[in-house]
């Protein structure tokens, strides 16, 4: 396979894969000696009926897409080995036209995490912090809010995030809007309509919303690292053991990796609201 990388000024990669065509025909007849073994015709045994007879039966265009089936993983995993990239997210994959006889080829957008510079983090998260810590007689302190956190957060640091990133969030806030749309019995158009919006609007809203969240997402994970902040065990262990259902308690032994990145944030936040 013949690969090449292109990277964009936001951090997107593009990488170009081309696959020979002899590969292409090598694979093919593989798929094609798998649908021979398992066919079963009229009149013949599972496995014995004429190749010919198997082939004339076969949809090209299926045949196309079980050959892409194997072949984009490999061809994506070696572009990835070959120019040493570490993606955060799936790749966004298009393919070209696909002939018989010819190589063909396909591109695969995704992003490495991006660079984080924090700056004078501390201090700016510090001036929003003192305010909670002045004691009146009398009165409470105000605690400092998340809001207020990542406000100073974001205006301390440097980060630029790949478009990619932030249309695949998009894209799932949209598709998580839409499923609980239609859990109300409702159109787009008529939850749109009751809310004032449209699309265009709807996703200029959702944007935003993915570009900050992303930002802390990776300003947090940045933070941590700075910090040594690090989650044991046993706070896994812990936050397992509150769990209500058996159902949540299996979720969450499932997803230890997620609740752990869930713990560590917290604790992150935790670490920021007493600067």
Do not use: C
Not at 18 to 23: G, I, R, T
Not at 115 to 139: N, R
Not at 230 to 252: H, S, Y
Request: hydrophobic share 40%.
């Amino acid at each position: 396979m013949i690969t090449a990388i292109k990277r964009d000024e936001d951090g997107t990669i593009q990488l170009t894969v081309n696959l020979p065509w002899e590969l292409i025909k090598k694979t093919k007849e593989e798929i094609i000696e798998e649908h021979i073994a398992e066919a079963q015709l009229p009149g013949f045994r599972k496995g014995k009926a004429p190749r010919k007879l198997i082939e004339e039966n076969l949809d090209q265009d299926h045949l196309r897409e079980d050959v892409l089936k194997k072949l984009l993983p490999q061809g994506y995993v070696e572009a990835l080995k070959e120019h040493k990239i570490n993606p955060v997210l799936s790749p966004k994959v298009h393919v070209d036209k696909l002939e018989d006889g010819k190589d063909w080829a396909f591109t695969a957008l995704t992003a490495e995490a991006p660079q984080v510079t924090l700056g004078k983090y501390k201090e700016a998260v510090g001036k929003v912090t003192a305010k909670s810590k002045i004691i009146v007689p009398g009165k409470e302190p105000a605690p400092v809010s998340f809001e207020d956190i990542s406000k100073a957060l974001l205006e301390s640091i440097n980060i630029k995030i790949p478009k990619i990133i932030i249309e695949q969030e998009v894209e799932r806030l949209l598709s998580q809007t839409l499923d609980e749309v239609k859990r109300l019995g409702l159109t787009l158009d008529q939850y749109l309509a009751s809310t004032g919006r449209d699309i265009e609007q709807l996703k200029a809203e959702y944007q935003k919303k993915a570009e900050t969240d992303i930002k802390l997402e990776f300003v947090l994970q940045k933070i941590a690292e700075t910090e040594g902040i690090k989650v044991e065990d046993k706070e896994v262990e812990e936050a397992i053991a509150q769990a209500k259902t058996d159902a949540e308690r299996q979720n969450l032994i499932n997803n230890r990796y997620l609740l752990a990145g869930i713990i560590r944030q917290q604790k992150t936040l935790d670490f920021l609201r007493a600067l």
